[in-house]
């Protein structure tokens, strides 16, 4: 099935088989005049005859009737149907206001429909004439539904609603915890990749460990061993290494508050990526059997 992965699956018998040869490029915005309860219980009768692809709710609740791979029965368009994505919204009359958590519900939804057809802004065309990826129905030919969706009793904010979902697409740009893990496993120090810095001690290590016999690796320097000598290097660049990632980690906080996403969420998500990256290290050192 194609849709919103978060969105409660209902099944509506009201649709067109597939979209006619046509391939979507808008949304349709739609207020229910009334609310998700009843309108789902109307778009899940046969003879009700029209159904939209989504319906969200005041408490932020998202309903799908139809699989986005086929068109809806909700513009009283074809061409319009089988091109676009129609979601109806919880308001339009007395006593039901759209809510704050509805339309949080439906920028995530709109943005996620974006995502997902490759739109990288969405907006809409205010001269009524189409060209934007978003439509009102009272816009589209042959309606008669005049104040849909904004133009009736506790309209929807459809200015609001696009608004934020632009701010969830641009939030959706910052990079992924597993980038920027990798970005600091490529961090270039002085000339030389974090990664090369840690991976050189395990070959230094070795390398000695097969140049010199027992006698030499367990010479004393000053009361220490040379092999303790060696592998306290670790002891030196795993602390700076770890100065490193704190520093990205407080700028990838700081990041996400100008994007408006949880900074101490992001930034955890970050650090266990880098230290999945440092787990992965493991410098070992190994006897020469041949004493010289």
Known sequence: MTGASFARWRGSPNHYQGRQGLSVNHITLHIMVGRLAGTDSCFMRSNFRAASHYGVGGNGDIYQWVDESNGSWADANWTSDCSGVTIEHEGGMDGIPVTDAEVEASAKLCADIAKRYGWKTLWHDASGNRQGNIVLHREVPGTDHYGCPDRCVNPLPVDRIIKRANEILEGDTMPTANEIAEAVWNFNQNGVKCRDRLQGIDQAANSINSKVGEKVWSFAINGTQARDRLQGVDAIQLPRLTAQVTA????????????????????????GAVKAKLDKLHITVTADSDEK
């Open 248 to 271: 990205l980690t407080e700028a990838v906080k700081t990041l996400a508050e100008s994007k408006g996403a949880d900074p101490d969420q992001i930034a955890a998500a970050v650090e």
